[in-house]
């Protein structure tokens, strides 16, 4: 029996790209829930040469060889200003349609790495320990609608993060056509009580799945940045052209962890990270979801306020955000950086908690209610 | 000696007693004493190692579980058996002698050097592949991924490779002897930027991944304790030129430190003994190397038991396995297949058990990578995660392309031009993809000669086959027939075929 079924599925995927498109007609006409793009600084971003606080002294005093120059900010308002490599960012900024969200972090901050993007990943306190990600919880509580590829979808590898754990139906892909190539390999039959065999089968049915609902055809006039990272911007973009919906893609630029020699390799991750995101906006007008997709980074921390000796900076608390979308109230959210109050590892207090930065997302972009998946009631700010 | 004795008694005891606990859970687990049979030396040396093939796997069965893990222990390697490219002996090319170099002879330092770690890996899984001590090379990767280290950030392949060295000797030795010398192993300081840190500031990074990652995991340690560490550690740094460890008398802070409660002039050896005494590092390890050998869910009776083990022994990390390997859980039958194979244990396991010997190993290299282990490139000082974020859509997918590759036989070999690409490394030019196309083509699975070497005679040979190349019974139904060369592939495209 199970023999037939496979041949049948192998027979639908010698016709995938116009099975897939077909088959999304029905479901494409009004996806109701809107995109979300979720870009990770990973290593930790230093902020505060990012959104740079160019007037305020104690910025110069805390950073003698790593402050960025006051004539080569750009300067945003009187006292906030860009890192010289996000001009194409300066656009967005005038069209009201990027928020700067300061000052963002969370009580008793965790100073590693890897427990502290757990925290950010599962949205949980300082001191818990959950199982899965918080958009995990989303769609465990609230599934995307039926015809949805997939709930998620992660570009290029380094883990699940906010998609991790059981209860969303996610998949981490490079490239979509090879992904769409490669699929005629899975099966996606079967159960386990082994929990390892159970992992595969799983992941097996949410490639089936998907590869019969996505097409990659789409020809962008958009030009997109050469490297990884434009790489996964032009991915983004081909995903969020599907008819058949997406909730949440999540693209990561990695290299931020600058305890040295930050100057030169932030300058470059930035430049990335300003082309890639500005053509990522071209891409989504092009395509019509600009007015329904909210793009948001984070990352598990921002760095300490006073450089280090090797020309860098170590490990921090709060960070700096950036948002944008068709319907992002643009300016400055949050609170600019205390740098006169810093505590006594030299770090920065934080103003606006992550989980209200996150129920922002959910009641203000998904009219999802927050409470359920957070854990607790966390007002949203007005970006959106 | 006697110490060691009455611990590895205690341990040989308390291991029956667990033996006992699990029996009536599992009717058909045998007993420490009885023959561990086919499927229990399978199973040990595809733990233990990389795959095995059916003769290996033959010599194993006639033993005890006492005997067989004495025979795994005793004949280990603390060197690799192949020869090393012979660029790990040139001389040292500091970076910033490559700094001020144009921007000609830059790019072609760039080059060379990716080429070089390109060579290295392909040289390590050659290693893998055919080394007489499969075990030393699972430890060497075991402490290559606890103490992960990146030649992306250390940009000088001779040190890695030196690192390498380190790691494949004390890979059954001391863990004591390990951490005292990765702390002044040159790629480390590189990586974590203890080599520029000095007292008027002291970089963090090492102090902190020390503690957190190498020894008592996060939450046994306040900032306070990694401040404090952190300036013992100063002036322990490189000779810029030869790349030597050096010690920077004036970079170094003399003054009075608080770590874990003991206060002193501390220096950097003086932290490391601090951290070796506090007894979460034992349990530390010992929960990191349960997740490597015995299943995902480390038991935490059981990992006391053998930390105590790991202790009385002084770090010894052969008298910590030996333990490990004849616990009852080791050889419970509810943690058969409960792994799930990395991307090398998937390519050098498939290599081993099925006899295929590549003529060129930067094939492997290239698949390992592409399916998100690219060796001497954790991620992350974290090393690789492991588990069942080895698979996701993405890299099963991947998996099952490769495995597709390698068992259709030759004509496959020729077909199809490879998708898989690392993303961190630049697309390959014309000639070198045409290089790893040839080298792959010596990846085919020879079905005739293989089934040559799998014991003849059995009553149920398609029994055979199947519990040599899975860890449990398939998921997927198995075709009919005498096709050994079909059964084979149906075995390796099952999911199971995924665990270990």
């Known amino acids: 029996m199970r023999t037939t079924s496979r041949r049948a599925f192998l027979a639908a995927c010698s016709v995938l790209p116009f099975a897939g498109s077909a088959a999304l007609a029905g479901v494409a006409a009004s996806p109701t829930r809107k995109l979300l793009i979720l870009v990770e600084l990973k290593g930790g971003n230093d902020g505060l040469n990012t959104v740079v606080p160019y007037a305020d002294p104690n910025y110069a005093r805390l950073r003698p060889r790593l402050a960025i120059d006051r004539d080569q900010v750009i300067k945003l308002t009187p006292g906030v200003g860009l890192h010289p490599s996000l001009e194409k960012l300066v656009p967005i900024w005038e069209s009201k349609r990027l928020a700067i969200v300061q000052g963002v972090g969370y009580p008793d901050p965790n100073l590693s790495h890897f427990r502290s993007i757990e925290i950010w990943d599962t949205a949980s306190k300082s001191d818990e320990y959950l199982e899965a990600g918080w958009l995990t919880r989303v769609f465990a509580h609230s599934p995307s609608p039926a015809g949805f590829a997939a709930d998620g979808v992660v570009v290029g590898s380094g883990g699940m993060g906010p998609l991790a754990g059981r209860g969303a139906r996610a998949i981490a892909l490079a490239n979509p056509e090879q992904f769409l190539r490669n699929a005629r390999l899975a099966r996606g039959e079967g159960e386990s009580r082994n929990a390892a065999l159970a992992h595969i089968l799983r992941v097996e049915r949410d490639v089936l799945v998907s590869a019969q609902r996505l097409h990659a055809q789409k020809t962008f006039a958009t030009a997109f940045p050469a490297g990884q990272f434009g790489n996964g911007v032009a991915t983004t973009a081909q995903l969020a052209a599907n008819a058949a919906g997406i909730a949440v893609i999540r693209l990561t630029l990695d290299g931020f962890d600058t305890h040295a020699y930050q100057q030169a390799r932030q300058q470059n991750l930035l430049r990335q990270l300003g082309d890639g995101l500005s053509a990522l906006r071209a891409a989504l007008i092009e395509i019509g979801r600009w007015d329904s997709t909210v793009v948001a980074t984070y990352a598990e921390f921002g760095r300490r306020a006073r450089e280090n000796h090797t020309g860098g900076t170590d490990h921090g608390t709060a960070n700096v955000h950036l948002v944008m979308g068709g319907t992002v109230r643009g300016g400055l959210h949050g609170a600019a950086p205390a740098l006169d109050r810093l505590d006594g590892e030299g770090n920065l207090p934080f103003a606006v908690d992550f989980r209200a930065y996150y129920a922002t997302l959910l009641e203000r972009h998904w009219h999802v209610r927050a409470r359920d998946v957070l854990g607790g009631q966390f007002a949203p700010l007005d970006f959106i | 000696m006697r110490l060691f004795a009455a611990g590895l008694l205690l341990a040989l005891a308390s291991a029956a007693q667990a033996v006992q606990e699990i029996a009536p859970a599992s009717a058909g687990v045998t007993s420490a004493d009885q023959k561990i049979g086919f499927e229990g030396a399978r199973h040990l040396l595809n733990r233990a190692g990389f795959g095995a093939s059916d003769s290996e796997i033959r010599a194993l069965a006639p033993l005890d579980r006492a005997e067989a893990v004495d025979r795994l222990l005793a004949g280990t390697r603390r060197e690799a058996s192949l020869a090393p490219p012979a660029f790990v002996e040139a001389a040292f090319v500091p970076y910033y002698r490559v700094r001020q170099m144009n921007a000609e002879d830059r790019m072609l330092a760039l080059r060379t050097r990716l080429q070089q770690a390109f060579e290295l890996r392909a040289w390590w899984l050659h290693e ?344 449990m019974a398939p998921a997927n139904p198995v075709p009919g027939g005498d096709d050994e060369e079909s059964l084979v592939r149906a075995l390796v495209a099952d999911p199971v075929y995924q665990l270990r």
């Open chain 2, 128 to 471: 893998m592949a055919v080394t007489p001590s499969p075990l030393t090379e699972r430890m060497t990767l075991f402490w290559h991924n606890h103490f992960a280290t990146s030649q992306q950030k250390v940009r000088s392949v001779p040190l890695m490779y030196r690192q390498n060295v380190l790691l494949r000797r004390e890979a059954l030795g001391s863990f004591r002897t390990l951490l005292h010398a990765i702390a002044k192993d040159p790629a480390m300081l590189v990586y974590l930027d203890n080599a520029g840190s000095r007292r008027e500031a002291p970089n963090e990074n090492f102090a902190r991944e020390v503690m957190e990652l190498f020894t008592l995991g996060e939450s046994h340690y306040g900032e306070r304790d990694v401040k404090d560490a952190a300036r013992a550690f100063t002036g322990w740094s490189l000779d810029r030129d030869t790349g030597e460890f050096v010690y920077r008398r004036v970079w170094h802070d003399h003054g009075e430190k608080t770590v874990l409660g003991r206060t002193g002039r501390l220096d950097g050896a003086e932290v490391l003994d601090i951290l070796l005494a506090h007894p979460r590092t034992a349990e530390f390890v010992v929960t990191k190397l349960w997740r490597e050998f015995v299943s995902p869910t480390p038991d935490r009776a059981e990992v006391a038991r053998l930390a105590a083990v790991f202790r009385d022994a002084r770090y010894e990390v052969k008298p910590l396995l030996k333990a490990l390997f004849t616990s009852g859980a080791f050889w419970a039958e509810a943690h058969r297949a409960s792994l799930i194979k990395s991307p090398v244990d998937l390519v050098v396991g498939t290599l081993r058990t099925f006899g295929i010997e590549p003529m060129d190993f930067r094939p492997a290299a290239f698949a390992v990578a592409a399916l998100g282990q690219s060796l001497l490139q954790p991620p992350n000082v974290k090393g690789w995660p492991g588990g069942e974020s080895w698979i996701d859509s993405s890299t099963l997918l991947g998996r099952r392309q490769w495995i597709d590759r390698v068992f259709r036989g030759a004509e496959a070999m020729n077909a199809s031009a490879s998708a898989q690409e690392p993303m961190a490394a630049p697309a390959p030019r014309e000639a070198m993809r045409r290089t790893l196309e040839r080298g792959m083509r010596t990846y085919a699975f020879e079905a005739e000669r293989w089934s040559r070497g799998v014991e003849h005679g059995l009553a149920d040979r398609r029994a055979h086959v199947t519990s040599l190349v899975l860890a």
